[in-house]
């Protein structure tokens, strides 16, 4: 463990040096651990593939106290029995107007559409953690083969659950949003509802299956 | 309650309070007023709770009727505000008598002015807060900015009200600088020589495509030592971010919560409000505070701000 102040009130502590499943293993126990705890001075807390990012009241501690904090409770995390993953299935109507990008990732890939979408939905995916937008879960670990850059201009509005691929991740946007992934397909799903709880339908620490639909199963599942 | 007409709403109206801070876990960032000291200092003034929603106008204000009359303090920027041709002063409460309007334009010196209403402006409540997060359109009025025509709830006119005052000093102590301090971004050795000194000593101007999300800020490239790939993690509000294209971005309000980019540098606390007050084309510089004076100065803030004594006659 290492830790880092990012700002006069903030400090990231960093729970590994690699993206895996083992790092994601120690920020989800650190989590779980510091959503139990009543601490006073906690406003904020931002997991991230290797780290937690820790916003406090500096007003009641500094940054000297919130790491001898975090360590003690780092600590009690080994005692804790591994954390269970939960299961969600996202079905996924691929290419077409759905997913603008996925000849284009084909052709670079030199891989037909078809197989770019057998690799998508061949892995069961970590949720790693949640950014960017509310809801926005950033899933790994795409497979190496279909990996691509984002897009140089990001677009100014992608549709609500449209499922991109960047690098080695992949996401679906739960919101209309802007957005730099490569969109591949589109999901029925509504992944944020604020009337629903919980909101999100992807949480830290889920793992998700991509399904491949029809569009006939698409406009289906969006009428239900 | 009462009502408020949007007769014309500015350019980016919308309403917000102190944010939704906590949400970090599901991906949603605090949002909240750009600046958190003028919508304190305004609803304190109305005798409101400090983070009563508001209305955030931001560098050209709206017409609003008030058929049922209210009481309201104008808090920030200064934008003209007038009502019957009569000027209205920023920072003291004005009974608005029912079948008035308030008129606003242009503004004369900062980006950002609060319209507070005693009683608040009423919206549903999403997690906790009543911002506006304008990049996901939750929060707030429809999740969205305001529009020629909505009809928002607010407090009812009170004739009674007494006519807080503050004290003389406090707004030059709180006034939003041109040279914001900050401490060392988690980053920050990975920028080069020149790169630190540069934002010690270099002249920032903010662009035109700046928004509550983010600032942009041209000026000197700022350059890494190497190219080193970094992996993704929380981003703190106030964080100045480098893009491989050596563009600073700084993130505000409505930021990603998370972010990929190397961060230089971050705005302290105590700064932030100054932030909310900057305008597209204003030249900024940066002065670098260790963490114990940052602390100092948030502390000494908190109190000021949490004194009724030392705010107000």
Known sequence: M???????????????????????????????????????????????????????????????????????????????????????EVPVCYGGEFGPDLDWVAEQRGLPADKVVEL?????????????????????????????PRLETPRKVVAAGSVGIAGRQTAI???????????????????????????????????????????????????? | MSLLVVESAGLQTTVQDFGREGYGALGVSASGAADAVALRIGNLLLENKAGAPALEMTLTGGTFLFPDGAVICLAGANFGA????????????????????????????????????????????????????????????????????????IGSLQMNIRRRKLRPGVLEILKPEKKLRVTRGPQFDWFSEEARGALENGAFVVNEDSNRVGLRLDGPRLAMRENAEMISEGAPVGAIQVTPSGQ???????????????KIANVIGTDLHSVGQLRPRDTIRFEEVSLVAARELWIERKKLLGSEERLFE
Request: aromatic share 10%.
């Open chain 1, 120 to 148: 998508h939905i061949a892995p069961t995916y970590h949720a790693y953690f949640l950014g960017f937008a509310p809801g926005f879960a950033y899933l790994g670990d795409l497979a190496q083969e279909i990996a691509v």
């Open chain 1, 173 to 224: 946007y739960p919101q209309a949003t802007p957005g730099g992934w490569r969109l591949i397909g589109r999901t029925p799903l509504e992944i944020f509802r604020t009337d629903r709880e919980p909101m999100g339908m992807i949480a830290i620490g889920d793992q998700v299956r991509f399904r491949p639909i029809t569009q006939a199963e698409f406009l289906a599942a969006r009428r239900a």
């Open chain 2, 82 to 153: 007038q009502m019957d041709g009569r000027a209205l002063e920023l920072w003291r409460p004005h009974a608005i008598l029912p079948g008035k309007r308030l008129t606003l334009g242009a503004t004369r010196d900062f980006a950002r002015c609060y319209l507070c209403v005693a009683g608040g402006v009423g919206v549903a409540d999403f997690m906790g807060s009543a911002s506006t997060h304008l990049l996901s359109g939750l929060g707030g009025w429809e999740g969205r900015a305001l529009r020629k025509g909505d009809v928002l709830q």
């Open chain 1, 2 to 88: 290492r830790f880092q102040a990012a700002s006069d009130q903030t400090l990231l502590v960093y729970l590994g040096e690699e993206i895996g499943a083992a790092t994601h293993e120690r920020v989800m126990r650190l989590l779980r651990l510091l959503q139990r705890e009543p601490i006073q001075w906690l406003r904020n807390i931002q997991p991230a593939y290797c780290s937690i990012l820790i916003t406090f009241d500096s007003s009641a501690v500094d940054h000297a106290e919130v790491q001898a904090t975090i360590s003690e409770l780092e600590n009690r995390t080994k005692k804790l029995p591994p954390v269970s993953h939960r299961l969600v």
């Open chain 2, 248 to 262: 600073a971005i700084l993130l505000f309000v409505e930021q990603q919560t998370t972010g990929g980019y190397p």
